[in-house]
């Protein structure tokens, strides 16, 4: 774990445009860039606001991407994004409309499948259509990236496609597009951002380049996200919390989430609870599982959260689910309407998921992946 000499390879969208007001210069760019068929991806609520893009020539809006969408609405999307041949694809939503729009931007028109492309770096060829991601929530950090995630609706499981050809050429953060975000997707989608920081910090894979995104992403959200769930409108708040996810995106691309989001994954596909919040019931139970392989870490984390000093695992765990509970997460496995006898099959479902918990800096067993869901219960 974070040796310097270690070799990583770091990919960013060429162009990052952020702060307040900048929405509107991803028309201005796309005029530059000559696109004059445009392909916005997004959800109901931001497919009403398209015109704060200020996009040029021919816009086609699809408005139906869900939260957490399936392999249906990707369908659906790769339907219209067939008819409409674009030469842009813009995401505008969460880490649900962007991921979708990474999908189409190098599915439409492609003779690959979904699941040909399911994988690293199976896409076969560069994509011929501009990609731009323009966030509405501060979690995934999409924007930044080159996975994409969308669920099997019959296995129930995660497919992530990663792929080079899917990071964008433009990403337009502009914090005052989330201003609208309600408190409680506030709150769930703020501890997402912050456990993409946290679990790169501690992974295995942990790399020094990356370390000062993540512990500056931790920073940021214990200083801002209280203030963004109390009032949606302060801008400085959300300002610090599209950072934050920004640097949770630039976590994601080298180094990766661990045992989190491997544990989170199954509260949201069998039991649809969103990203966020399943990633928050489960944030203080692996923090403080972790503990013994990464004290040292913990202890910066714990600090960055700004909370007191904790000197154990109990502490870890008192403070952690203490910060998470007091932005008004739900943090009872019970109170999300997860049945009990479910428990079992939702342990072997996460520890399915090699990707990530190979990268958990302790071993999580089965077991262990259990008893963790029967304390939140
Ligand atoms: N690609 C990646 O690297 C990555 C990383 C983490 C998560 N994800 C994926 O991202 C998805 C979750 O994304 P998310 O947490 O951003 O949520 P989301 O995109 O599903 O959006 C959540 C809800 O908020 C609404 N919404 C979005 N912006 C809004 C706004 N400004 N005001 C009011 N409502 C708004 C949406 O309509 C939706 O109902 C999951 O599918 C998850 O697996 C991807
Ligand atoms: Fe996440």
Redesign the pocket.
């Known amino acids: 774990m974070n040796s310097l000499h270690a070799p990583i390879t770091i990919v960013r969208p060429q162009i990052i445009e952020f702060g307040v007001g900048v929405a509107g210069r991803l028309g201005k760019w796309a005029s530059d860039q000559g696109f004059r068929r445009t392909l916005v991806v997004s959800?109901?609520?931001?497919a009403s606001r398209v015109e704060l893009l200020g996009l040029p020539g021919e816009v086609t809006i699809f408005p139906e991407v869900r939260?957490?969408?399936d392999t249906h609405n990707l369908e659906r999307l790769l339907d219209v994004a067939n008819a409409v041949n674009a030469d842009l694809v813009v995401g505008f939503?969460?880490?649900?409309?962007?991921?979708l729009a990474k999908l189409a931007a190098v599915l439409a028109g492609s003779s690959q499948s979904l699941r040909e492309v399911v994988g690293p770096n199976k896409v076969a060829s560069r994509r011929r259509v501009g990609l731009a991601q323009v966030p509405?929530?501060s979690?995934?950090?999409?924007e930044a990236?080159i996975?994409?995630?969308v669920t099997d609706p019959e296995t129930q499981a995660?497919l992530a496609v990663e792929s080079i050809h899917m990071l964008a050429d433009i990403a337009v953060i502009d914090p005052g597009?989330?201003f609208?975000?309600?408190a409680a997707?506030t709150a769930a989608?703020g501890v997402?951002a912050m456990a993409?920081c946290v679990e790169a910090f501690t992974n295995r894979k942990a790399h020094p380049l990356i370390d000062l995104y993540a512990i500056e992403g931790v920073r940021l959200v214990g200083r801002f996200l209280a203030r963004a769930v109390a009032d949606g409108s302060d801008a400085e708040a959300r300002a610090g919390l599209s950072l934050a996810s920004l640097y949770g995106?630039f976590c994601?691309g080298p180094v990766n989430t661990a045992g989190g989001h491997a544990l989170a994954y199954p509260l949201g596909t069998r039991w649809h609870v969103?990203?966020?919040a399943a990633n928050a019931l489960i944030f203080p139970h692996v923090l403080a599982f972790n503990t013994p392989a990464a004290p040292e870490k913990t202890e910066a984390v714990v600090s960055a959260l700004g909370l007191a000093a904790a000197p154990s695992q109990a502490a870890v765990f008192e403070q952690a689910h203490g910060f998470c509970h007091s932005l008004g997460i739900e943090m009872r496995l019970s109170g999300l309407g997860v049945p009990r006898d479910d428990l079992p099959t939702m342990a072997g479902d996460a520890f399915a998921i090699r990707r990530l918990l190979d990268n958990n800096p302790r071993d999580l067993s089965q077991a262990d992946i259990l008893s963790i869901y029967e304390a939140a219960y």
């Not at 939503?93 to 991921?99: F, H, K, L, T, V």
């Open positions: 959800d109901a609520f931001n939260p957490e969408p939503g969460g880490g649900s409309a962007m991921d509405t929530t979690g995934t950090g999409s990236g996975r994409a995630l995660k597009l989330t609208t975000v309600p997707t989608t997402d993409h995106g994601l969103a990203h966020g």
